[in-house]
């Protein structure tokens, strides 16, 4: 499990002092050890744990732990990452360092159960993205980068002072200072003290993820950001939020958890988010923003399935961050394909592509079904699974987010319409080639993925079921 964080940092500083024409070959052996590394994980005893002292004299320990929910987050960090790396030829050194950086930070978000450890990668990740925008980004790069590190920085301070009260309240109440999970899981506080902790973790996590109000910095970041940032950002950062949701929010705090007023409020939000990014994304006229904007859509779904807070809609909610991360990060390796051959975003430059890039067209038919949630596409069981959870909890939550689902069929498809269909208005477009050979090698494991989780969804649930039961266990008044 070491080598999940050791193996990236050391390749990234590595590569610095290398030719410049070994660093591609070199940023690809370093992901691709880091994918092996999790298949081989995944096949053995799970769930893990790795233990050492760090920092004795404030409790603070180099704690990882693997089960089946981190498991699956990790799967998914190690295979964006590759596949970012593969779809981003010719560049420079720094920007494969930075990908690994990010990748390191990534996995040990979904491994720390110090919280000492977890905030430290948590904040890690923001210093790689931040250069990946601002250095190799778009026209407004710069002030995208500054948007996201202010929101992303205001969010984990709050997260911070949460941390830190559920720290000092341990070692008043037991005399030892510990940031390990286990050990939190005995701070008990009463109810308005739990509320306001919940509230500070509720601002970093809901930033992170995020959520409506705190999602401006989105749909900048995501246009301004290169190919292989945009995969990351979506695919595997935008979890960050509601896995800290699970991992901390819920098993730390149960009463604020549990309280009614708070589930009402986060349930609202969710499901605002769901119909506003449905709504907004009818209006988009760029194709990053468009799907960007269907992120504050989809982990709406996710939040309003947390919040549910029973066995089917965590269930779901997991799942469906899994799918979301394959269905989003492969439209956002599909759209870096269509710039690198045509240079605009813009909807409107674009239309009859099918006749040209017949292969292009079907990968992005099945990614859009895919995020839409066709049946036996991997959409369709994590939304599914969702509203019976939501409908459990509150019907009418249910009701609304089935709305966002019709919101989501109108705007994608409407995208595909609009670009892949109809005759050949602007001649650039003709001479467009289809997927090449390294194209199609990127693309293929995320549509394998998402047949599998659509078609046989059982052995994902498999892996999340047992963590989810010991987490609601930890909730049962």
């Known amino acids: 499990m070491i080598w999940l964080l050791l193996l990236p940092i050391l390749a990234a500083l590595l590569l610095l002092a290398l030719p410049k024409r070994m660093a591609w070959p070199l940023a690809i052996l370093a992901a691709g050890a880091c994918l092996a590394e999790s298949v081989q994980l995944a096949l053995g005893p799970v769930p893990q744990e790795l233990r050492y002292e760090w920092i004795p004299s404030i409790g603070a320990q180099f704690l990882l732990t693997l089960d089946g929910i981190s498991l699956?987050?990790?799967?998914?960090?190690?295979?964006?990452?590759?596949?970012?790396?593969?779809?981003?030829?010719?560049?420079?050194?720094?920007?494969?360092?930075?990908?690994?950086?990010?990748?390191?930070?990534?996995?040990?978000?979904?491994?720390?159960?110090?919280?000492?450890?977890?905030?430290?990668?948590?904040?890690?990740?923001?210093?790689?993205?931040?250069?990946?925008?601002?250095?190799?980004?778009?026209?407004?790069?710069?002030?995208?980068?500054f948007k996201f590190f202010l929101y992303t920085v205001a969010g984990s301070i709050a997260l911070l002072v949460g941390f830190l009260a559920l720290y000092l309240q341990h070692a008043a109440q037991t005399g030892i200072y510990s940031f390990d999970l286990q050990q939190l899981l005995r701070v008990s506080l009463p109810l308005p003290t739990e509320r306001l902790v919940f509230w500070a973790l509720f601002l970093g996590f809901a930033i992170k993820i995020p959520m409506l109000p705190f999602h401006t910095w989105l749909p900048d970041a995501h246009t301004q950001a290169p190919t292989a940032g945009s995969v990351m950002l979506a695919a595997v950062m935008l979890k960050m939020g509601t896995y800290g949701f699970l991992r901390f929010s819920l098993p730390l705090l149960p009463k604020a958890s549990l309280d009614a007023n708070v589930v009402q409020v986060i349930g609202a939000l969710s499901v605002a988010a769901i119909l506003y990014g449905g709504l907004i994304c009818l209006a988009q006229r760029d194709w990053k923003r468009l799907i960007a904007y269907s992120s504050v859509s989809h982990l709406g779904f996710c939040t309003l399935g947390i919040f549910s807070l029973n066995q089917m809609g965590i269930e779901g909610s997991i799942l469906q961050q899994v799918n979301h991360g394959i269905s989003t990060g492969l439209l956002f390796l599909l759209i870096g394909f269509i710039y690198d051959r045509r240079h605009s975003r813009d909807i409107g430059d674009y239309g009859g592509i099918s006749k040209v890039m017949p292969g292009y067209a079907a990968v992005f038919a099945v990614a859009m079904l895919s995020s839409i949630g066709l049946p036996l596409l991997n959409g369709f069981v994590g939304e599914f699974t969702i509203l019976r959870g939501a409908f459990l909890a509150q019907p009418w939550w249910a009701v609304l987010a089935v709305v966002g689902i019709i919101l989501s069929a109108g705007y994608m498809l409407s995208l595909y319409r609009h670009t892949m269909l109809g005759p050949i208005?602007?001649?650039?477009?003709?001479?467009?080639?289809?997927?090449?050979?390294?194209?199609?090698?990127?693309?293929?494991?995320?549509?394998?993925?998402?047949?599998?989780?659509?078609?046989?969804?059982?052995?994902h649930f498999r892996l999340i079921q047992e963590p989810v039961g010991i987490l609601l266990e930890r909730l049962r008044p």
């Not at 990740?125 to 995208?144: C, H, K, N, S, T």
């Open 72 to 145: 699956l987050f990790v799967g998914l960090t190690a295979l964006m990452s590759l596949l970012g790396i593969l779809a981003s030829p010719q560049m420079p050194r720094a920007f494969y360092s930075m990908l690994l950086l990010l990748e390191a930070g990534c996995f040990g978000v979904f491994l720390a159960q110090d919280l000492l450890l977890f905030f430290i990668c948590f904040e890690a990740v923001l210093i790689p993205m931040y250069f990946l925008i601002g250095i190799w980004g778009a026209e407004r790069r710069q002030y995208a980068a």
């Open 425 to 459: 208005t602007k001649e650039e477009n003709r001479s467009l080639k289809d997927l090449s050979f390294r194209e199609w090698l990127i693309v293929s494991p995320l549509l394998v993925w998402a047949v599998w989780i659509g078609v046989y969804p059982s052995e």
